[in-house]
């Protein structure tokens, strides 16, 4: 959070030549209760407003079943891994990212030459159960590698010359790119007037309230659930490291932003 707040204020002081870039945490998925509480930990202003993040990111790759069946036999997305997800972020003040998802093991696991894989089952989760909820998800990840999430064969994965200069695409390629043809986000929220401050999107089921900080209570609990060796220190921040505004940071950047840029940017920030 004290980074965050440095890096805000830089922004804001840099607002005529810098554009605002939003800060995103991107986090483990560590499961309930504590993963709602560290989101609401970094989205809370706990000493300004600076020291928010702008958006917050889970890793899930807890979706690693076609389907997830209720005692009648019925698919139902509540006996999901997503089900409590969804219940702990509904009313969540920042947007909420799953800044990597794609589980690879059970039915949807792969060895070369890579045929079958991921189907992406929880793909139209995003766009039904999650809208307004959810404001993106990133599947991982484009290149193949050793941990087999890989959605193509890039130059040089494979020893044969042949892969040195073309992309081989997988069936987890295909099948992520059919989910994405398939479902897609509503023309209903198309709209914004990035210069309104006040917009919101139409229609919104959810209250999405500012994020108070978690209780000292809470944040005790953690640390002694979780074993940690340190005494809890979430009340306050470290002040910004001395010796910081030197070389390139000692000034601002030599650009122009485009008005309607730094416009919107001054909804967020206090613009110099």
Request: include cysteine; aromatic fraction near 14%; glycine fraction near 6%.
């Amino acid at each position: 959070k004290a980074l965050t707040r440095d890096i805000h204020r830089y922004q804001q002081e840099c607002s005529s030549s810098m554009r605002r870039v939003p800060l995103v945490y991107s986090d483990m998925d560590m499961g309930p209760p504590y993963r709602e509480m560290v989101g609401r930990y970094l989205t809370c202003e706990l000493e300004s407003p600076d020291d928010a993040v702008d958006a917050y990111g889970l890793n899930v790759y807890s979706w690693c079943d076609p389907e997830y069946p209720d005692e009648t036999g019925k698919d139902n997305f509540e006996y999901s891994p997503y089900g409590p997800i969804r219940k702990e972020f509904q009313n969540f003040a920042k947007p909420l990212l799953f800044t990597e998802f794609g589980c690879n093991v059970g039915t949807f696991e792969t060895f070369c030459p890579y045929t079958g894989g991921r189907k992406w089952n929880d793909v139209k989760t995003f766009f039904n159960q999650f809208k307004e909820i959810m404001s993106g998800a990133i599947a991982f990840e484009f290149s193949m590698e050793d941990n087999q999430f890989g959605l193509a064969l890039t130059p040089g994965f494979t020893a044969d010359p042949q892969n040195n200069h073309k992309i081989y695409y997988l069936d987890n390629y295909y099948n992520l790119k059919k989910e994405f043809n398939e479902h897609n986000v509503s023309t209903a929220q198309d709209g914004a007037v990035l210069t309104d401050c006040d917009w919101k999107p139409p229609h919104l089921q959810y209250t999405h309230k500012q994020s108070s900080c978690p209780s000292s209570s809470e944040v005790q609990k953690l640390f002694h659930d979780k074993q940690l060796a340190v005494k809890p220190n979430w009340a306050s921040l470290p002040g910004k490291p001395a010796n910081v505004n030197s070389d390139k940071l000692e000034f601002c950047p030599e650009y122009t932003v485009d008005p309607d840029i730094k416009a919107e940017g001054c909804c967020h920030m206090q613009c110099s």
